[in-house]
């Protein structure tokens, strides 16, 4: 499985913009990008996927390199209910999400 | 919506008993994940459905742990005897279709306490 790899964790302030690397670089074509997110204490919460272009959804955006070995998600204005921890994850079909360690992200008021 | 069922939330039993845990996916999903929470080894697979069938269970930690799918709405995943390293807090997960476009959809979890 092509590997995923983070920051273990970062610091935001809120209401500020949030970028969360992610490298991985073994990455195959046909493999897609997500991401999750894990609140304290409750079940893994999927946030955003892409393949090769950019997207936008009412969450986050995700940042793709040209060559798709490294992507950054990008929550715009941080808030307290975003303190979690971020997982990238690399998905090809039908299997299982391999989560890393992911990265804690802290936000302060 | 109601999302993916799981009970109990909480389950404190003891050493040796046997642990029966439940999920209910979404419907229309015809693929559901067992997952496995602790602090030393994150988050491990433990077992997959597809179509009520058990596809891959190579994450099943040993004979104690079975898991059953008897059709499109419920699973099990039991613990027989259960042990005190079996605590953990227990997610289940369920999918739409095998794209790598299709995101995993979690419930809340079963936090097992095993004394």
């Known amino acids: 499985d092509a590997k995923t790899t983070q920051p273990n964790s970062m610091e935001s302030n809120e209401e500020e913009p949030v970028h969360l690397p992610c490298n991985h670089s073994t990455i195959s074509g046909t493999d897609y990008i997500h991401w999750y997110r894990q609140l304290p204490s409750q079940g893994p919460e999927y946030v955003i996927h892409g393949l090769t272009s950019n997207v936008n959804n009412r969450m986050a955006s995700l940042a793709i390199a040209e060559d798709r070995k490294s992507s950054t998600l990008i929550l715009h204005r941080a808030t307290l209910r975003d303190a979690a921890v971020y997982y990238c994850?690399?998905?090809?079909?039908?299997?299982?999400?391999?989560f890393g360690k992911g990265t804690s992200l802290l936000v302060t008021p | 919506d109601a999302g993916v069922i799981q009970s109990p939330r909480h389950e404190v039993t003891e050493m040796g008993q046997e642990v029966t845990l439940r999920c209910k996916p979404i419907s229309g999903h015809d693929y559901l994940f067992w997952y496995r929470q602790t602090m030393m080894r994150g988050l491990e697979l433990l077992i997959y459905f597809n179509n009520n069938v058990p596809i891959d269970d190579s994450g099943m930690p040993e004979d104690r742990f079975s898991a059953k799918m008897p059709n499109a709405s419920f699973s099990t995943l039991k613990i027989q005897p259960s042990e005190p390293r079996d605590s953990a807090v227990y997610f289940c997960?369920?999918?739409?279709?095998?794209?790598?476009?299709?995101?995993?959809?979690f419930g809340p979890g079963t936090r097992l306490t095993v004394l």
């Open positions: 994850i690399l998905r090809y079909s039908g299997y299982a999400l391999n």
């Open positions: 997960a369920s999918s739409e279709g095998r794209s790598g476009r299709n995101e995993q959809f």
